[in-house]
T-cell receptor
């Protein structure tokens, strides 16, 4: 019962470095999301996807990129890391159809940019 | 656009106290409403949901009723336990925007 799997769990980056946060789900969900959660704050949507080949911006997309080449995978790319991107990142997925939409979350990636 | 507003925390209660966490929403159409819970060091997990007006979602002693007339989905529990200490998020699924929208979260601390 893997569900949504995120890697890595922790990462420290230097300013200007790049990295990719991996997210994969095995539930054949169409919808996938990337959120960031800053200390003491709620979740802010970075990007989302309604299916393979389709992505769209959320509330805070600047400094990030995504791709969705398969139903299972939805990686998040940071090109030039900045201290403002220090956060906990959550990937989620849902069927996204009908009124019983339920999102399943990964365990999160704690990223620190120094 | 669609949005969710939650009462600010933290909420601090003694064990066996009554809990209410307020949540109101703004949305076009008829969204589905959810409460998610985040225990320390973990990701979010669904606590309960309601998909239409007057529906009551319930789980683990928690309840919330979808009130369309007041656009609210308040979370309640009659007797909290220390193990309920967590952050609680109210959320809606916006069919118009095809995405989940979360409130800011309310931290609950229950002490013995």
């Amino acid at each position: 019962n893997a569900g949504v799997t995120q890697t890595p769990k922790f990462r420290i980056l230097k300013i200007g470095q790049s990295m990719t946060l991996q997210c994969t789900q095995d539930m054949n969900h169409n919808y996938m999301y990337w959120y960031r959660q800053d200390p003491g704050m709620g979740l802010k949507l970075i990007y989302y996807s309604v299916g393979a080949g389709i992505t769209d911006k959320g509330e805070v997309p600047n400094g990030y990129n995504v791709s969705r080449s398969t139903t299972e995978d939805f990686p998040l790319r940071l090109e030039l890391a900045a201290p403002s991107q220090t956060s906990v990142y959550f990937c989620a997925s849902s069927l996204g159809t009908g009124r019983n939409t339920e999102a399943f979350f990964g365990q999160g990636t704690r990223l620190t940019v120094v | 656009g669609d949005s969710v507003t939650q009462m600010e925390g933290p909420v601090t209660l003694s064990e066996e106290a009554f809990l209410t966490i307020n949540c109101t929403y703004t949305a076009t159409g008829y969204p589905s409403l959810f409460w998610y819970v985040q225990y320390p060091g973990e990701g979010l997990q669904l606590l309960l949901k309601a998909t239409k007006a007057d529906d009551k979602g319930s789980n683990k002693g928690f309840e919330a009723t979808y009130r369309k007339e007041t656009t609210s989905f308040h979370l309640e529990k009659g007797s909290v336990q220390v193990s309920d200490s967590a952050v609680y998020f109210c959320a809606l699924f916006s069919g118009g925007y095809n995405k989940l929208i979360f409130g800011a979260g309310t931290r609950l601390a229950v002490h013995p």
